[in-house]
T-cell receptor, first 113, second 118 residues
Framework: GESVGLHLPTLSVQEGDNSIINCAYSNSASDYFIWYKQESGKGPQFIIDIRSNMDKRQGQRVTVLLNKTVKHLSLQIAATQPGDSAVYFCAENPDNYGQNFVFGPGTRLSVLP | NAGVMQNPRHLVRRRGQEARLRCSPMKGHSHVYWYRQLPEEGLKFMVYLQKENIIDESGMPKERFSAEFPKEGPSILRIQQVVRGDSAAYFC????????????????FGPGTRLTVL
């Protein structure tokens, strides 16, 4: 299960399985969302983005789903690999004309051999 | 094509000292953002700057913190009279432009500066 506070929620997945990482965002006016991957000791790395006029967007091995009704984002990673082990953050842009992104708390993905 | 550069990568300061964190955006990028990340937490927006202008500092503490992005040189995040609670990783990101486009401008992140206050 998940824990809040000092420890990141952790998702453990077997190598080769699909991963689904979830994120609830806070502002119904947010119209742009990004998923970032952050490996230990590094800065966040862009994975995929989606605008609010879409409900699904696919990249290479990744798919982002957006449900505006319940303010929920998910990131699906197909055929998870050891190199996918990292912390994943969703970020929302709540200001229509600004650049202020609000990051979620993150989920640690651990890929088991 | 170098990415966003930050230095130093690690910075140790004693309480009451000043910390200066530097960020050189990617070539051709004129927008810089600073974020703070506490251990096991997400990134918190601090400030958004363009050359010689602070655009949005809504996430910046009102005291002891300041940021600049001069016409020449890197962006500087300055923390005066540091306290233990300032210990965190500070990330800089840059983007080529702002505004609403079909494909929003991605923010490219640097490797971060890890500040430890003793």
């Amino acid at each position: 299960g998940e824990s809040v506070g000092l420890h990141l929620p952790t998702l453990s997945v077997q190598e080769g399985d699909n991963s689904i990482i979830n994120c609830a965002y806070s502002n119904s006016a947010s119209d742009y969302f990004i998923w970032y991957k952050q490996e230990s000791g590094k800065g966040p790395q862009f994975i995929i983005d989606i605008r609010s006029n879409m409900d699904k967007r696919q990249g290479q091995r990744v798919t982002v789903l957006l449900n505006k009704t319940v303010k929920h984002l998910s990131l699906q990673i197909a055929a998870t690999q050891p190199g996918d082990s990292a912390v994943y953050f969703c970020a929302e842009n709540p200001d229509n004309y600004g650049q202020n992104f609000v990051f979620g708390p993150g989920t640690r993905l651990s890929v088991l051999p | 094509n170098a990415g966003v550069m930050q230095n130093p990568r690690h910075l140790v300061r004693r309480r009451g000292q000043e910390a200066r964190l530097r960020c050189s955006p990617m070539k051709g990028h004129s927008h810089v953002y600073w974020y703070r990340q506490l251990p096991e937490e997400g990134l918190k927006f601090m400030v958004y700057l363009q050359k010689e202008n602070i655009i949005d500092e809504s996430g910046m503490p009102k005291e002891r913190f300041s940021a600049e992005f001069p016409k020449e040189g890197p962006s500087i995040l300055r923390i005066q009279q540091v306290v233990r609670g300032d210990s965190a990783a500070y990330f800089c990101a840059s983007s080529p432009s702002s505004g609403r486009t079909i494909s929003y401008n991605e923010q490219f992140f640097g490797p971060g500066t890890r500040l430890t206050v003793l």
